[in-house]
């Protein structure tokens, strides 16, 4: 099976050619090689001649402040206000208003729009990676679960989504990605990791919970879920929800650390910055019924251990 990775040298796309180079034939798309995801054309001639059986659609702009700093600009181009935000069609933007833009619409939206229309008429299959973000993050949800972002890279990631039709297509939903660090960029953990052991006392959050989830799982799980030619939306998503005072807790006896461990709020951490869901708890049974269980976090942390 050949396959075109978006995002290739991002946390999941480099560990995902890392372990699946022997599965599958994989061409990586990247803005590095030259290719804009904005760029219609240059998509179009990216994809010529590839005869791609599947696009993996890992590439995004996850700056949350970033791209909360982008909406004002992203809103002028749309020519729409704050109020028809969630009644937007997708379906009939024009593209090249947005080309070699780099706001968190262009690169969230439209080029997944890009990318999705050429695949259509090709005729690949197309899995879409989203986010807990299209959710307001006030408790625990299933693949059914109804969306509704409070950030403005969650509302271009949920756009993406309104995008698939995901009764051919694939959907997955991540959140909090950890356990592997690419030459570019750290994952939570190992940022958690190294604090931990290099500083004397940190404070971390108590009002807030996450569903981290193990780099590896999300691999083997896009793997498992191309095996069984899936459709629709699936959460690829980690078996504990946790606080970041608990994760900090957990990994400081599973290192024997001796930092001293504060409590801060999500109110103090983030003030003045683009808002975060408070309890973003991803369910994960839809996926498990289906035969792949995704590590905990206990779990998680004992192979990085080893690792």
Known sequence: MKII????TGLIGSRFEALMFESYEIIPLSSSDGVDITNRGSMESFLSGKNADVVIHLAGKTDVDSCEEDKDTDLGILNIDEEKIKSLDTNDLDSSVWQDKNTAFAINTIGTKN?????KEKGIKFVYIS????FPGNGEYTEDSQTGPINWYGMTKWYGESLIDNTKDLIVRLSFPYGYSSPVRQDFV????DLLRDKDEVSLVENQTITPTFIDDIV??????????ATGIHHL?????LTPLEIGEKIKNTFSFETIINTTNMEALYAG???RP???KMQNAKIRNLGFNPKTFDEGLEAIKIM
């Open 278 to 280: 408070f309890q973003s």
């Open 190 to 193: 190992q940022k958690l990791i």
């Open 273 to 275: 910055k683009a808002p």
């Open 115 to 119: 990318l999705y229309d050429i695949a």
């Open 5 to 8: 990775l978006t995002g290739a």
């Open 220 to 229: 083997n799980g896009l793997d498992f879920l191309l095996s069984k030619n």
């Open 131 to 134: 986010t807990d973000f299209v």
């Open 237 to 241: 998503t980690g078996s504990s929800y």
